[in-house]
């Protein structure tokens, strides 16, 4: 995979690429990255972006893993995995627990601190403002907020938005 700084390379697609590439729709204005030398196509922030078969829904999802990738060939991390699941649960007034929703991490690994194992949970998040309201917020969504505050009270941890 070679070193950490040489993982992904801005590159310029050929014009044979562009021509080729007419079921991605226009690639003006797009990035492009070679990675293991494979040319990545990234356009806007909702696209999905691939990496070796794996699909990533931003750019900023897609170097993450290639440097948790990194990190764990490195030995930092162990047990790199993506897309995991937590159920969200509350309980009902017979006081059964039931799962209400979900809340999907990016990526999980562990990492050692002191002489523990620490599960670490990370959300890749876009980072900017957009204008709501006439003001100008941070980008963040109500719903992923909400899931953010219930995954920390029912499991003690902190997401880490990176």
Same mark, same amino acid.
């Given at each position: 995979?070679?070193?950490?700084?040489?993982?992904? $390379? #801005?590159?310029?697609?050929? !014009? +044979?690429?562009?021509? /080729?590439?007419?079921?991605?729709?226009?690639?003006? &204005?797009?990035? @492009?990255?070679?990675?293991?030398?494979?040319?990545? %196509?990234? /356009?806007?922030?909702?696209?999905?972006?691939?990496?070796?078969?794996? *699909?990533?829904?931003?750019?900023?999802? !897609? /170097?993450? @893993?290639?440097? *948790?990738?990194?990190?764990?060939? !490195? &030995?930092?991390?162990?047990?790199?995995?993506?897309?995991?699941?937590?159920? *969200?649960?509350? /309980?009902?007034? =017979?006081?059964?627990?039931? $799962?209400?929703?979900?809340?999907?991490? =990016?990526?999980?690994?562990?990492?050692?601190?002191?002489?523990?194992?620490?599960? !670490?949970?990370?959300?890749?998040? #876009?980072? &900017?403002?957009?204008?709501?309201?006439?003001?100008?917020? #941070?980008?963040?969504?109500?719903?992923?907020? *909400?899931?953010?505050? @219930?995954?920390? +009270?029912? %499991?003690?941890?902190?997401?880490?938005?990176?």
């Amino acid at each position: 995979m070679g070193e950490p700084g040489d993982v992904l $390379t #801005p590159a310029r697609p050929t !014009a +044979t690429e562009a021509n /080729k590439s007419k079921d991605r729709g226009s690639l003006r &204005g797009a990035k @492009w990255f070679i990675v293991d030398g494979q040319t990545i %196509y990234t /356009k806007k922030l909702a696209d999905e972006h691939g990496i070796k078969g794996i *699909l990533f829904r931003s750019g900023k999802e !897609a /170097k993450r @893993w290639v440097s *948790l990738l990194v990190e764990q060939e !490195a &030995g930092r991390i162990q047990n790199l995995r993506r897309q995991v699941r937590f159920p *969200l649960q509350a /309980k009902r007034p =017979d006081g059964l627990m039931e $799962t209400v929703a979900h809340y999907v991490a =990016d990526f999980c690994y562990q990492e050692q601190v002191g002489s523990d194992l620490v599960d !670490a949970v990370e959300d890749t998040k #876009p980072s &900017g403002f957009m204008k709501r309201g006439g003001k100008m917020v #941070p980008f963040r969504e109500e719903v992923y907020a *909400l899931k953010k505050r @219930w995954f920390a +009270t029912q %499991y003690g941890k902190e997401i880490r938005e990176t």
